[in-house]
T-cell receptor
Framework: KAGVTQTPRYLIKTRGQQVTLSCSPI?????VSWYQQTPGQGLQFLFE???????NKGNFPGRFSGRQFSNSRSEMNVSTLELGDSALYLC?????????????FGPGTRLTVL | AQKVTQAQTEISVVEKEDVTLDCVYE???????LFWYKQPPSGELVFLIR??????QNEISGRYSWNFQKSTSSFNFTITASQVVDSAVYFC???????????FGKGTRLHILP
């Protein structure tokens, strides 16, 4: 069974640009969560989707958005990039909502904003 | 508000020693869920355990054990007879029943020295 895949794995952008990251969950998983990991702030919850609905959102500005498609694949978008958006973005999937079971994490997309 | 504190930023022990990673949480909910995840140098988070607030039984899985104490709001993780492969960053996390935001602690970087 294939794990969670994230594309691209590495990305370099400049300030002001926008970026879209993609996450393909494990087959059959309906919940997808996104996290931002930085050395200073650690792992921070961005948002969670379940069956195409955003059910929870962390404390991030509106520049961070996401969506989930009918096949459970998810994308997150960051507009008007800032230097502070440089981070490892992790996607996690689970069969049930995250609190109910184990989440499986992808390898992450490392975003560098210059 | 929910919060997870891992006071130990970094720990180094010699192989075969036992080591305990501390986790203290804060929540207003009576129903909540606690997790431990491991992030090896490869970067992908690996689920270790999930515990709900009504289950205070300690758990042992091979060399790993967890001590959940509601009275002190702690969910500590012990590795017995540590091995070099245990070197990683370990995260404790909390989710309240009201939503599926998983709040992570800042992590403890564990070095097992040969």
């Amino acid at each position: 069974k294939a794990g969670v895949t994230q594309t691209p794995r590495y990305l370099i952008k400049t300030r002001g640009q926008q970026v879209t990251l993609s996450c393909s969950p494990i087959s059959g998983h309906r919940s997808v969560s996104w996290y931002q990991q930085t050395p200073g702030q650690g792992l921070q919850f961005l948002f969670e989707y379940f069956s195409e609905t955003q059910r929870n959102k962390g404390n991030f500005p509106g520049r961070f958005s996401g969506r989930q498609f009918s096949n459970s694949r998810s994308e997150m978008n960051v507009s008007t990039l800032e230097l502070g958006d440089s981070a490892l973005y992790l996607c996690a999937s689970s069969w049930l909502p995250p609190r109910a079971n184990e989440q499986f994490f992808g390898p992450g997309t490392r975003l560098t904003v210059l | 508000a929910q919060k997870v504190t891992q006071a130990q930023t970094e720990i180094s022990v010699v192989e075969k020693e036992d080591v305990t990673l501390d986790c203290v949480y804060e929540t207003r909910d009576t129903t909540y869920y606690l997790f431990w995840y491991k992030q090896p140098p490869s970067g992908e988070l690996v689920f270790l355990i999930r515990r709900n607030s009504f289950d205070e039984q300690n758990e042992i899985s091979g060399r790993y054990s967890w001590n959940f104490q509601k009275s002190t709001s702690s969910f500590n993780f012990t590795i017995t007879a540590s091995q070099v492969v245990d070197s990683a960053v370990y995260f404790c996390a909390l989710s309240e029943n009201r939503d599926d935001k998983i709040i992570f602690g800042k992590g403890t970087r564990l070095h097992i020295l040969p």
